[in-house]
């Protein structure tokens, strides 16, 4: 199968008829070959993390350059360039062709808290918060520690739906953060009307009920 200009893989007997294995076994190679930095993230980052409540229909990958959507095979790739890519906190899995590179625990739910649309909206958001904080709670230092690379709405989103939606303890570096930092207040869902309460430990405009469905 070509890859990628230059880039031929071998296709295993048992994914002849997908014409392809799946994104996860080639990612590595194919972001080596176009000399990218990356890491699987988002959705698909969410769901080797172990929740699975709603499946993305693309495989979502960070890179440090502009790459175009590629189909290969049964998987569809979308590309989202990433600043400062050397300073988000990534994890090393295997792979049955090698390793790839994973959004941490801890960078997906930063991600998924910035990029609402990107997961099919702050309820599916939020279910992924919680499915994430179910199977393994994350450091609320390291999130502390990551918020530097993140805009502040994300890190007071994420608050808002940790404090609200699961159990994880000591979130009070995150509330400092919000409020050392004087802006004004940030949206809920960034999709939905600038109107609503604010809630003022997370500097956060309530601006639509959110609707977990777990």
């Given at each position: 199968m070509l890859l990628a200009n230059g880039l031929w893989a071998p296709v295993p007997p048992e994914y002849m008829t997908w014409g392809a294995p799946p994104a996860i076994e080639f990612i590595d190679a194919l972001m080596s070959?176009?000399?990218?930095?990356?890491?699987?993230?988002?959705?698909?980052?969410?769901?080797?993390?172990?929740?699975?409540?709603?499946?993305?229909?693309?495989?979502?990958?960070?890179?440090?350059?502009?790459?175009?959507?590629?189909?290969?095979?049964?998987?569809?790739?979308r590309f989202y360039q990433r600043e400062h890519i050397d300073h988000i906190e990534t994890i090393k899995i295997e792979t049955k062709s090698g390793t790839v590179s994973l959004s941490s625990r801890e960078t997906?739910?930063?991600?998924i808290a910035n990029?609402?649309?990107?997961?099919?909206?702050?309820?599916?958001?939020?279910?992924?918060?919680?499915?994430?904080?179910?199977?393994?709670a994350p450091d609320t230092?390291?999130?502390?520690?990551?918020?530097?690379?993140?805009?502040?709405?994300?890190?007071?989103?994420?608050?808002?739906l940790l404090e609200n939606f699961t159990d994880v303890p000591d979130l009070e570096c995150l509330k400092l953060i919000c409020a050392e930092q004087k802006t004004s207040v940030s949206l809920l869902d960034p999709q939905s009307p600038n109107t609503g309460v604010i809630d003022r430990s997370w500097h956060l405009k309530i601006n639509r009920?959110?609707?977990?469905?777990?």
């Amino acid at each position: 199968m070509l890859l990628a200009n230059g880039l031929w893989a071998p296709v295993p007997p048992e994914y002849m008829t997908w014409g392809a294995p799946p994104a996860i076994e080639f990612i590595d190679a194919l972001m080596s070959h176009v000399h990218s930095k990356y890491y699987i993230g988002w959705l698909s980052a969410a769901a080797l993390h172990g929740a699975s409540h709603q499946a993305s229909q693309v495989f979502q990958v960070a890179t440090s350059q502009a790459i175009r959507e590629k189909t290969i095979g049964r998987s569809r790739l979308r590309f989202y360039q990433r600043e400062h890519i050397d300073h988000i906190e990534t994890i090393k899995i295997e792979t049955k062709s090698g390793t790839v590179s994973l959004s941490s625990r801890e960078t997906t739910l930063l991600d998924i808290a910035n990029d609402i649309k990107m997961v099919g909206g702050i309820d599916n958001a939020a279910n992924l918060v919680i499915e994430l904080c179910e199977t393994s709670a994350p450091d609320t230092h390291t999130l502390a520690v990551l918020s530097e690379q993140y805009p502040l709405s994300a890190i007071r989103r994420l608050g808002y739906l940790l404090e609200n939606f699961t159990d994880v303890p000591d979130l009070e570096c995150l509330k400092l953060i919000c409020a050392e930092q004087k802006t004004s207040v940030s949206l809920l869902d960034p999709q939905s009307p600038n109107t609503g309460v604010i809630d003022r430990s997370w500097h956060l405009k309530i601006n639509r009920e959110v609707n977990p469905d777990i």
